[in-house]
DNA sequence: GCTATGATTCAATTATGTTGAACTGTAAGG
DNA sequence: CCTTACAGTTCAACATAATTGAATCATAGC
């Protein structure tokens, strides 16, 4: 099965006739005849029912065209993309990320990918999952890194790893010398915790719930990145994302939940509609991906 | 460029030589040579560093090599699709879904689709989206039916439509004279449920919690067909997928929550190990898929 | 220097794709 | 019933492109 043979054949099947493919293709009528002949021979089986006004799809058919649609569709765009290297790999990409990756993850993979593209220059905007979604969605946005976003919105999902959250806790604070530490223990003392837009927030009041009931004594806290000071600061206690306590600040202890270990999945998105990605998007998306993926891959998801 | 040249060009990627990339693949030692020099010339750029000892990749080479493996691998799994379907299409395929889309949208689709394809057999089995999906992911399962897996599990996942929730009532209830229902008017009615393991359930508790607070007076009933019996017998009003509605039971009214709509995603899953199906596999994915989905749907790209 | 190995060049050969012109079969119009 | 128009097929001739062996070049190891 050649590659120009495939391309007639969608043609024959997308004009409905031979002779508009051959027209099309700048081919004499006698060529698509041969062509098809020769595919149909090499496959043993009919592909087109030559009717009497005009050619339809055999079962073979079907199954050869739909497949072979794609197959011909990723030789033009790989063609497109090894065009566009020798243009110079460039562009502007704009890149989405929730706050604790953006900020503890992101700058040194970014230093990394920069010095390898020095062509592609690159913005990173920081904001919660259904922000940055919707931004994704207008176009403002290139590529996100966030949790599971809401779905069917034309959205090319996939995970790449989870963030463990860990309780952190002042040195001198009563669950510090606990061996163990259970959700429902959090009833007890001042839990501080994100805004309520935060999608950290959300999924770890979820969890605690489940748990434990809604946590009592809270106290809310602007960003991530700033909890970690107000914990050391003997403010309270807070869980917080794992990645972000390298190193530990002083004075304070890291603990895991015994019972209800609280994680949640973060990935990488993109629109579907331009899903396969142009060159430097591509460099990056793969980048990133093999830079923060935890698990041989995983799951892809569409919406 | 040309599908063998190609895989010509994988040969020596994969071996290091042109030397045995030609004997892998039965040709002259020089027939390598101008095949990649043809390729070279085309796209207007070096692919191959010529070393002392072995050839390594330029830029353009390596995105030749990554792009062109799916694009082969997909030339040969149409060709071993189109083998199948002249050997008959046939198999065993062990379909999963979540219990309303297993009762209500199920039945009339796979008559339909076994009438078509008389060689395959299918078994359906029903249970929770996480039952369902552990029982995919140890191969007793080939496809499921069902809400948003947990992630990160080696899924392939694609969303198809959008289960609607409707507050079914009888015909004497107090709300059903209501012009309006809002979920806060929830509270005040008994509202039957199904039992904890159920997704359905746990979507349901989860949006009821946001715009109410939890229900208090509930009533569980073992299964999502059953409900709307006790609801036709005024033993209470239940949130029920209209998918089931047809016909409304009688002495039933069926209501729209006018603030918090409720509904949930349903979709598709499948392997990723196995994801490019087989024959048999790929045929019934696509019916349902096309059957199912709400939205114009978008083709997976697997990098 | 010599030999073994691996890649390239080139003219000769082979295979393959392409074409026009003639041919078949069908549908529509008088 | 014949004609015209259209669609696809056949086939021999032609054009193009792929493949090859033998010779050549370049290098690494001895």
Redesign the interface.
């Known amino acids: ?3 120009k043979t495939l391309k007639t054949f969608q043609a024959i099947v997308n004009t409905g006739s031979f002779n508009r493919a051959a027209e099309e293709l700048n081919y004499a009528q006698s060529t698509i005849t041969m062509q098809i002949q020769k595919l149909e021979a090499e ?3 009919s592909l087109l029912e030559r009717g009497k006004q005009q050619v339809s799809l055999t ?2 058919g079907r ?2 065209y739909e ?2 649609l ?2 011909v569709k ?2 033009e ?3 497109s ?2 065009g566009e ?2 243009a110079g790999e460039a562009g502007n990409l704009r890149l989405g990320a929730t706050d604790p990756t953006a900020s503890y993850r992101l700058p040194a993979l970014l230093r990394e990918f920069m010095t390898m593209h020095p062509g592609i220059d690159i913005s990173v905007d920081i904001g919660s999952t259904p922000a940055l979604t919707e931004r994704l969605l207008k176009g403002e946005l290139d590529m996100i890194l966030c949790s ?1 976003p809401e ?2 919105k ?1 959205l ?1 999902y996939e ?1 790449l790893f ?1 963030e463990k959250f860990v309780l952190l806790l002042p040195e001198d604070h009563p669950l510090a010398a606990e061996p163990q530490v259970t959700a429902s223990q959090l009833r007890e003392h001042r839990l501080l915790i994100t805004a309520a837009g935060c999608p950290y927030r959300k999924k770890l009041e ?1 969890v605690l ?1 489940e748990s434990a009931g809604p946590p009592l004594n809270t106290m809310e806290i602007g960003s991530m990145s700033a909890l970690k000071y107000y914990v050391q600061s003997g403010l309270g206690m807070a869980l917080v994302p794992e990645s972000t306590l390298t190193p530990l600040p002083i004075g304070t202890i890291g603990k895991r939940l015994q019972d209800g270990p609280v994680d949640m ?1 973060c ?1 990488i998105a993109c629109r ?2 331009d ?2 990605l142009q ?1 430097a998007a591509l460099s990056l ?2 980048f990133l ?1 093999s830079e923060l993926a ?2 041989p ?7």
Do not use: C, W
Not at 297 to 303: E, G, P
């Open positions: 099965m050649e590659l496959l043993g089986m079962e073979a199954l050869l497949q072979s794609r197959i990723d030789m765009l790989l063609e993309r090894l290297l020798t599971v779905m069917g034309g090319h995970p989870t979820s719930q999945s990935g579907t509609a899903y396969p060159l998306y793969q991906k935890e698990q891959n995983v799951q892809t998801v569409n919406y």
